[in-house]
């Protein structure tokens, strides 16, 4: 019998963790594209567990696993089945083959008797380099935020957007929704209703999953280019080579030692400056007062 293309792919999480090798961790590879180029991220996991049952639902061992242990994994990140936990069915306890009691076991005087159960889940898991659609909600300077199946929240951060896109502002007495305005792509078309992208990581830590995605392409994304010569000066040391550190604290030390100017040395120095001006003043006061004795004497004995 042919299986249909849309239905879920099956995996049994114990036997494929038995042999190492499980389809559940496919988080670093790509999910497969169906016709309209999307990924399909749904896939159907069966898996085992071994829990423990309260005594209130020791008549209907069924609901109480569904209420106490399934119920709870819905829409929650699973790390055993490495996705997002839709659904579940085909719930059943078993006997396991070296089991030596019934279906339950009591250890001890507990009161919760501890099955092994056996179910399918039906699980989202998105990988990175997935391609998927969802319906625009926000758009802002910064982002565009997406809604993917009605249920998980996607965004696009603005490094992420291509370059070439513009994001148009609008006043809020023009939008009605009171957005805060739209982007438009490199031929003027404006973003919104659908939009595809690639899923660049799947973030799960917390209490919601949230999925950051990417509209760049390789063109957009270009290595960094190294140039090929440096611009940095180099200094050159006397020998024309590069200073050692012992020449570089040899000439620290040098210049250490270089007798400083001080204020004492310069007034001293424009002090001697002033002694030997008036010096020599005094020594031409000296040579006018000579002469003038000369010139007197050689007057008196003229008159004589």
Same mark, same amino acid.
């Not at 190492?20 to 996991?45: A, M, Y």
């Not at 999925?211 to 270009?222: A, C, F, N, S």
């Not at 020449?247 to 004492?264: G, Q, R």
């Not at 031409?284 to 010139?295: F, K, L, N, P, R």
């Given at each position: 019998?042919?299986?249909?293309?849309?239905?879920?792919?099956?995996?049994?999480?114990?036997?494929? &963790?038995?042999?190492?090798?499980?389809?559940?961790?496919?988080?670093?590879?790509?999910?497969?594209?169906?016709?309209?180029?999307?990924?399909?991220?749904?896939? &159907?996991?069966?898996?085992?567990?071994?829990?423990?049952?309260?005594?209130?639902?020791?008549?209907?061992?069924?609901?109480?696993?569904?209420?106490?242990?399934?119920?709870?994994?819905?829409?929650?990140?699973?790390?055993?089945?490495?996705?997002?936990?839709?659904?579940?069915?085909?719930?059943?306890?078993?006997?396991?083959?070296?089991?030596?009691?019934?279906?339950?076991?009591?250890?001890?005087?507990?009161?919760?008797?501890?099955?092994?159960?056996?179910?399918?889940?039906?699980?989202?898991?998105?990988?990175?380099?997935?391609?998927? *659609?969802?319906?625009?909600?926000?758009?802002?300077?910064?982002?565009?935020?997406?809604?993917? /199946?009605?249920?998980?929240?996607?965004?696009?951060?603005?490094?992420?957007?291509?370059?070439?896109?513009?994001?148009?502002?609008?006043?809020? !007495?023009?939008?009605?929704? &009171?957005?805060?305005?739209?982007?438009?792509?490199?031929?003027?078309?404006?973003?919104?209703?659908?939009?595809?992208?690639?899923?660049?990581?799947?973030?799960?830590?917390?209490?919601?999953?949230?999925?950051?995605?990417?509209?760049?392409?390789?063109?957009?994304?270009?290595?960094?280019?190294?140039?090929?010569?440096?611009? /940095?000066?180099?200094?050159?040391?006397?020998?024309?080579? /590069?200073?050692?550190?012992?020449?570089?604290?040899?000439?620290?030390?040098?210049?250490?030692?270089?007798? *400083? &100017?001080? *204020?004492?040395?310069?007034?001293?120095?424009?002090?001697?400056?002033?002694? !030997?001006?008036?010096?020599?003043?005094?020594? !031409?006061?000296?040579?006018?007062?000579?002469?003038?004795?000369?010139?007197?004497? *050689?007057?008196?004995?003229?008159?004589?």
């Amino acid at each position: 019998m042919a299986k249909r293309r849309n239905e879920p792919e099956s995996t049994d999480i114990v036997s494929k &963790k038995r042999k190492q090798d499980t389809s559940s961790d496919k988080v670093g590879h790509t999910n497969p594209l169906s016709e309209d180029g999307i990924s399909q991220c749904f896939r &159907k996991v069966r898996t085992r567990m071994h829990l423990f049952i309260a005594p209130e639902f020791s008549a209907k061992p069924l609901t109480g696993i569904s209420k106490q242990h399934l119920d709870p994994l819905l829409l929650q990140y699973y790390d055993a089945a490495k996705g997002v936990v839709i659904a579940y069915n085909n719930l059943r306890v078993y006997k396991p083959k070296n089991a030596e009691t019934g279906l339950g076991k009591i250890i001890g005087e507990c009161p919760f008797s501890f099955s092994w159960i056996s179910t399918d889940l039906l699980v989202w898991s998105p990988a990175k380099n997935d391609i998927l *659609e969802g319906y625009v909600t926000v758009q802002s300077p910064s982002h565009i935020a997406l809604l993917l /199946h009605d249920t998980f929240n996607a965004t696009i951060k603005r490094t992420d957007i291509p370059p070439s896109w513009t994001f148009v502002p609008v006043q809020n !007495d023009e939008s009605e929704d &009171k957005s805060l305005g739209y982007w438009q792509d490199d031929q003027g078309k404006k973003i919104g209703g659908k939009l595809q992208f690639k899923v660049k990581r799947f973030n799960n830590g917390g209490r919601t999953v949230l999925v950051i995605g990417t509209l760049l392409t390789e063109e957009d994304v270009q290595p960094p280019q190294i140039e090929s010569e440096s611009k /940095h000066t180099k200094f050159d040391g006397p020998k024309g080579g /590069h200073t050692k550190f012992d020449d570089v604290e040899s000439a620290v030390e040098a210049d250490n030692m270089k007798p *400083e &100017k001080t *204020e004492t040395d310069s007034s001293n120095s424009d002090s001697d400056s002033d002694s !030997d001006s008036d010096s020599d003043s005094d020594s !031409d006061s000296d040579s006018d007062s000579d002469s003038g004795s000369g010139s007197g004497s *050689e007057s008196g004995s003229g008159s004589d």
